[in-house]
């Protein structure tokens, strides 16, 4: 309900995972259901091309991007993810296959904070961009330090930027204080943050 309620009132972006389906039995078929509900509505469906669906995972070959796609009904994933790279460079060679199958469109990694992996990525890989954790003002996650006090370099975005790498950030609300907080102020300033400083 809440993701079909999204895209009624305009939301586009779809960002899944294999890994999510476990936490959601029928992950694939609800997103499917979803999918096909919003593109055959009478008065104003859904095209495909309307919407952007990002997805990661960590692909054993080309046959599995494809079974994801057809598990989503979805043609084609705009944006495919290693998930949590941990320096899976085989996997790229499967992505770079898949978009030249038109599986795909755009490939990248998530949680990527080195430098030395970027440059590598986007030079032999022409990657398209890259999500890593957000990191609230005044927030704290998990095992890494306050947003004054980054742990990856002050300049790594502007840096990814440079390269022509696109920076998506996850879970931009989930480090203040615990993620607990639904105070539309507090929201308010936090989207202005992200806002003036990305």
């Not at 998530?110 to 440059?119: A, G, K, P, V, W």
């Not at 609300?173 to 992200?194: A, D, F, Q």
Request: aromatic share 10%; with cysteine; glycine share 6%.
């Amino acid at each position: 309900k809440m993701l079909e309620l999204a895209l009624q009132i305009g939301y586009r972006h779809i960002d899944g995972a294999d890994a999510y389906s476990g936490w959601q039995h029928d992950y694939f078929e609800t997103i499917h259901q979803v999918l096909e509900k919003v593109s055959s509505e009478a008065e104003s469906p859904i095209k495909r091309e309307e919407l952007w669906i990002t997805w990661k995972g960590e692909p054993s070959s080309v046959d599995e991007i494809r079974d994801t796609i057809s598990k989503l009904n979805c043609e084609y994933i705009d944006l495919y993810l290693i998930h949590g790279w941990r320096k899976q460079w085989p996997m790229m060679d499967i992505l770079r296959e898949a978009k030249e199958a038109k599986l795909i469109r755009n490939y990248g990694v998530s949680n990527c904070e080195n430098m030395e992996d970027i440059t590598r990525l986007k030079s032999e890989y022409d990657i398209y961009a890259n999500q890593i954790q957000a990191r609230p003002p005044l927030g704290k996650i998990a095992g890494r330090p306050l947003r004054d006090k980054p742990s990856m370099d002050k300049t790594f975005i502007e840096q990814c930027n440079a390269l022509g790498i696109k920076v998506m950030l996850f879970a931009t609300i989930s480090g203040y204080l615990g993620g607990t907080v639904l105070n539309p102020e507090i929201i308010s300033e936090i989207n202005k943050y992200y806002l003036q400083k990305y």
